[in-house]
Structures are given as C-alpha cells and as structure tokens.
C-alpha cells in the first residue's frame, strides 16, 4: 500500500485535540502523500495556519470569502485536486453542519460542494459524543457515505473519561490509506442498479405503492462504487438518502424506471433491488377524484407493469454481462425464488423472506439466501450494508 502521489484535503476544526493534526500531516507527508490544509475558525484557536503550513509545505486555506483565495484556488476547486476529504478532528459543530447541509465557512462550503470521499475523526466531550443530536448526525453521514474513524475512548482534557478522544494519527493514517490504497477490482466497469419502490398514480394525489425504503438497493450502489464501479443508481421515492459517488435518477412509475435503465445501458452488471409495484392503474385520472354523497367507492382497473428484470435480461447484445435479481417472498422461498431466476434470465437471485415477522422490508438487516446457476448459498442475517459489501464483493469474483 503506498499513499505516494494522492492528495488529501484536511480540514482541521476547533478542538484541544487540533495539535494531533501536525503529527497526521507529519505522518502522510513521510508517506508521500500530498496536503493541503483548510483551518476553521475554532481550529485556529487551537493550532495557527503557520505550523500547518509549514508541515505540510503548503498554503492554508482559511476564508470563504478571501479574495487572493478565490482568484487562485475556488473552494470548489480545493476538493477536486484532492483524493479525499480527510476532518480531523472533526467537532460536534462541523458534524451537525455537514448533517444539515450548511455552507457558512470555508470548511463546510467546501465539503457541501465535493464530489471525492470523505472521512471524518470525531473528536469532543463523552457527553456531546453520547448526545442524540449528534448520534443522529453521524447516522445520517454514515448512511451517505461518509467514513469514520474513532473516537477513542480514554481520559479527556475535561477530566471526563468516554468515548470522544480523537483517534491517534496512525490509526488516522491506516485509515487513510484503506480507502486511498483499497483495490478497485470493479474500475472500469458500469454497473446499473434499481432500487426503492415505484409509485403509481392512481389521479393527482394519490398512488399505488409499498414499504420498500430502498435501503438495500441504496447501500449495494454504494458497495460497488466503493469497489471502483462506475454506478448508476435508478431509484424510485426511496426513504434514504442518496449514496455518495453514484449518479443518482430518479424516477417514480415503473415505466420511468424501465425507460432509465434501458438508457442506462450498456452495463457489465445490474442488480434489480427495487421493488417494482406489479401493476398500475389502467387509466390515472387527470384530476383529483372527487367522492359524491352516497355515491360508491371508484373501481380501479389495474394493468400489469412491465417486468423491468426481465426485459433488460432480454436485452440481446445489450443484455448486461451479470444480471442479479431479488425474490422478495413470504413463503416457498426456494421454489419461488428459482423459478424467478429461469423465469427472468436473471443469472443471480438473491431471495429473501419479507414475511411480517422477519421485520426485513423498511428494517436495516436481510437474511439472504444467494441463488446461482451453481446451487443456493444462505447467508447469515446481516446488516443490509454487509449484505450489499458481500454481494459486491461477490460480483467482483465473478467478473474477475
Ligand atoms: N422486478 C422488476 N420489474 C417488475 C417486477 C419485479 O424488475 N415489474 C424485479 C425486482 O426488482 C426483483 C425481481 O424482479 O429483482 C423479483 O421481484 P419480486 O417482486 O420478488 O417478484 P415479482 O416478479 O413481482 O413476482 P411476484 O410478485 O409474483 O412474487
């Protein structure tokens, strides 16, 4: 693994813990790594831009609004020649900005506006740390994809002991260098994957839908573009929010889904996560229906949606080198679930059981049972973003 020639953009927020920033920009630098520092304001109570800049042999950065600034380096420009985004130490402060979607300063505009992956060290009082405010930040950037390191737990300048400690810079560093040096075994690849359900209209106001939240499908995207994959993610209103480094289109019928996939193609792999509604309404009304007194509740005639799988497995020289299905069942899992896949073309299926009970559809864990030309395989209940880092990592076997 060697971090020769990348460039990190680290930016260095308020806390006592900011004087571990020398000895991170003193370790990547010894590992050939480039660096260019952003200082917030509260960071600049702690260390001053003059010992970050003479670390890391570089110009600090430290105003939004400098001028001398903007003509040499935007803070639009400032990510796109770095690797990675690296916020060590990261404050209570720049987590909840970065959770919000704020752009008051420097720091926060810049990471608003990037396109690289980034990785955060939380560093702050055991009680900030244990706060739900900042529990539901960091839960919302990890479900972005934001990484993170730490905190350590130990004694604390505030004469606390918990968890809050910025992590060591080697640990930082390893860090690092897991997601700079991690091989791609997928770069160079398209992979299309639909995800959450469709809805289909019924008039103006209302629709067809079902619990999908997307989560599954939204993590696999994830997973393969961590794995170097250029991804497009077709999605239908998914209830999570979008992964990082995928091209995100959005659709909301089915037919919209299909008409995005077919352009979405040529593709080496798709995976079909989403849950596609079966039918849609024949003919939605064009105006909100109305309920007259007395009068009966409407019939709707249903139509059968195009099967979205099938039709691209059937795609002809188009068709994608690996197609990969889902059996969402309730019961007969295995037959219903291999008959889906010679039924769709598909040559993956990954079943599942959506019954009530197994609290799978809209939780956060899958049971799976992986379903190939070879046999089943099942695998145990896990987090849905293990499932879809195993899933990936089995289509990169396969591809390989
Ligand atoms: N699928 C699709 N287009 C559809 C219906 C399903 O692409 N119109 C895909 C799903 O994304 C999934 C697989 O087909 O990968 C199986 O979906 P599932 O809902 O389990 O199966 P259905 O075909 O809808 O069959 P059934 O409702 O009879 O179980």
Not at 187 to 203: C, F, Q
Not at 368 to 377: N, V, Y
Request: net charge neutral; charged share 20%; hydrophobic share 50%.
């Amino acid at each position: 693994m060697s971090l020769t020639g990348k460039r990190v953009l680290l930016i260095v927020s308020g806390g006592i813990a900011a004087f571990k920033a020398l000895e991170l920009i003193r370790l990547l630098r010894k590992a050939g790594c480039g660096v260019t520092c952003v200082l917030t304001k509260g960071g600049a109570q702690f260390v001053t831009p003059l010992s970050l800049q003479a670390l890391s042999e570089h110009k600090v950065y430290t105003d939004l609004f400098s001028l001398t600034d903007e003509s040499e380096m935007g803070h639009i420009q400032l990510s796109r020649s770095a690797d990675l985004v690296v916020v060590a130490p990261a404050s209570a402060d720049i987590l909840a900005k970065m959770a919000a979607g704020l752009a008051d300063d420097l720091a926060s505009t810049v990471l608003l506006a990037t396109d690289k992956p980034v990785l955060v060290a939380p560093a702050m009082n055991v009680r900030m740390w244990g706060h739900a405010a900042t529990k539901a930040n960091m839960a919302m950037l990890s479900s972005r994809g934001i990484h993170v390191v730490g905190p350590d737990e130990g004694a604390m300048a505030c004469n606390e002991f918990g968890p809050g400690r910025l992590s060591e810079p080697p640990a930082i560093l390893a860090a690092i260098e897991a997601l700079l040096c991690a091989p791609k075994p997928l770069a160079g690849k398209h992979a299309l994957v639909t995800s959450g359900p469709t809805h289909e209209p019924i008039d103006p106001v209302r629709y067809i839908a079902n619990r999908s939240s997307g989560k599954q499908g939204h993590a696999i995207a994830a997973a393969l573009a961590a794995l170097g994959a250029r991804v497009t993610l077709v999605s239908g209103p998914a209830s999570v929010p979008d992964p990082a480094g995928v091209k995100i289109v959005r659709i909301e019928t089915a037919a919209e889904m299909l008409a995005a996939c077919q352009a979405a193609l040529p593709a080496d792999i798709a995976v079909f996560a989403a849950a596609v509604a079966d039918w849609r309404v024949a003919s939605a009304a064009h105006q909100k229906m109305k309920k007259t007194p007395g009068g009966a509740p409407p019939a709707l005639e249903l139509t059968p949606n195009p099967d979205i799988l099938a039709t691209i497995a059937a795609a002809g020289p188009a068709r994608p080198g690996l197609v990969v299905g889902f059996a969402a069942e309730t019961h007969d899992l295995i037959a219903h679930a291999q008959d889906k896949r010679r039924r769709k073309n598909a040559d993956w299926i990954v079943a599942n059981d959506v019954s009530p009970a197994t609290g799978i559809m809209g939780g956060s864990e899958n049971e799976i049972l992986l379903i190939t030309a070879e046999g089943e395989e099942p695998w145990p209940r896990l987090a849905k973003d293990e499932v879809a880092t195993r899933l990936a990592a089995r289509i990169a076997e396969a591809l390989a």
